[in-house]
């Protein structure tokens, strides 16, 4: 059984569009996180909820929107995209948010052309 | 504000060589400490933690690491290295504020060679 599943695994588009990328997580965590990973593989947080709250909103455009509908969903909607938006995308829980072993998913490689 | 530098990008070797990536931290405030790996094509995993007690930490696989708080580092070693530890190698902090959140360096990618 994947611990933490992201869709999908590679998504192609182009800019201007809007495009969501799904995460679920069977760890029963309470803590689930988005990254994102560039292409000289520097991986940086970007959101955090803890039990369907968002905890750590990092300087991102407003452009990106998680959504949490519950405990072991985090989804990351980004509408208007641009090509700097193209990377690895990793979702991740933790079993709250102050115990910090993370467990990733696979990720979701983005290409905007 | 915290930060991490892996100095090295890459790192080759021959297989059953030795093997240390190099990790340095700055933080004013305690933290924990991490080794994650990125296998290709695949997300990451924890390799090795310190959060307290003894500097040294080991991983299942042979990986140890230690904290050095005068030089504020956590490098990672192996003593013989196999084929199959191919992969990039992270270096984390957790900062020990409200936010919890993990800090990562650059990665360095350790590539073994027969």
């Known amino acids: 059984d994947t611990a933490v599943s992201q869709t999908p695994k590679y998504l192609v588009t182009q800019m201007g569009n809007d495009k969501s990328i799904k995460c679920e997580q069977n760890l029963g965590h309470d803590t689930m996180y988005w990254y994102k990973q560039d292409s000289k593989k520097f991986l940086k947080i970007m959101f955090s909820y803890n039990n369907k709250e968002l905890i750590i909103n990092e300087t991102v455009p407003n452009r990106f929107s998680p959504k949490s509908p519950d405990k072991a969903h985090l989804n990351l909607h980004i509408n208007s995209l641009e090509l700097g938006d193209s990377a690895v995308y990793f979702c991740?829980?933790?079993?709250?948010?102050?115990?910090?072993?993370?467990?990733f998913g696979p990720g979701t490689r983005l290409t905007v052309l | 504000a915290q930060s991490v530098t892996q100095l090295d990008s890459q790192v080759p070797v021959f297989e059953e060589a030795p093997v240390e990536l190099r990790c340095n931290y700055s933080?004013?405030?305690?933290?924990?400490l991490f080794w994650y790996v990125q296998y290709p094509n695949q997300g990451l995993q924890l390799l090795l933690k310190y959060l307290s007690g003894s500097t040294l930490v080991e991983s299942i696989n042979g990986f140890e690491a230690e904290f050095n708080k005068s030089q504020t580092s956590f490098h990672l070693r192996k003593p013989s290295v196999h084929i199959s530890d191919t992969a990039e190698y992270f270096c984390a902090v957790s900062v020990l504020d409200s936010s919890y959140k993990l800090i990562f360096g650059s990665g360095t990618r350790l590539l073994v060679r027969p």
């Open positions: 933080s004013s405030v305690s933290v924990y």
């Open positions: 991740a829980s933790s079993q709250d948010f102050s115990y910090n072993e993370q467990f």
